[in-house]
């Protein structure tokens, strides 16, 4: 499933930014599809699901009570909607897909299937 990332840009901390993540040829109505981060000499790491069955969402600690992540199945996409943007927050955010998310294994990377180029979030101070 191609999918792209986009809506990153250079905000102050404590703005709001919303990032979007679109497929093409086939529809996400199905897949688990997730958001993750990765900042310079770190990790990539979890940020938040939507199930695909339900639409149940988990989200990082870090990021719980000011991040969102929703979906549009007519639309095709997932959105995610940051507030109160921490200098933390900057990193290159992807958008990622499986079809099958064991819940135990959300926030890992490996789980997912297909994913996004990335989209650049710089918070400033």
């Known amino acids: 499933v191609p999918l792209q990332a986009f809506g990153g840009g250079l905000v102050q901390a404590g703005d709001s930014l919303a990032l979007s993540c679109a497929a093409s040829g086939r529809s996400l109505r199905r897949y688990d599809m997730g958001w993750f981060r990765q900042s310079p000499g770190k990790e990539r790491e979890f940020v938040a699901v939507?199930?695909?069955?339900?639409?149940?969402?988990h989200y990082a600690d870090s990021v719980k009570g000011r991040f969102a992540i929703s979906r549009d199945n007519a639309k095709n996409t997932v959105h995610l909607r940051m507030n109160s943007l921490k200098p933390e927050d900057t990193a290159v955010y992807y958008c990622?897909?499986?079809?099958?998310?064991?819940?135990?294994?959300?926030?890992?990377?490996?789980?997912?299937?297909?994913w996004g180029q990335g989209t650049l979030v710089t918070v400033s101070s």
């Open positions: 939507i199930r695909g069955s339900g639409g149940t969402t």
């Open positions: 990622a897909a499986t079809p099958r998310l064991i819940l135990s294994r959300i926030r890992d990377s490996s789980s997912y299937d297909y």
